[in-house]
């Protein structure tokens, strides 16, 4: 079964919550924000851009 990239975000957000609720933080005052940047905007192993690099995992942004 492949996991969209939608249920991907969601399932993190979940997460975040979750792990900060045992801080005492409520659910409801959690908000988050993704900033998705291309991977030609990342500078990675010693100055390439991100795209011209195996990273070894898929970036879908």
Known sequence: MTVS???????LYAEIVDRLSVFGIPRGD???????IPTENWGVRGGRAACDVDL???VDV
């Open 5 to 11: 990239q939608g249920d991907s975000k969601r399932n």
């Open 30 to 36: 959690v908000t988050i924000t993704l900033r998705e």
């Open 56 to 58: 070894g995992f898929e």
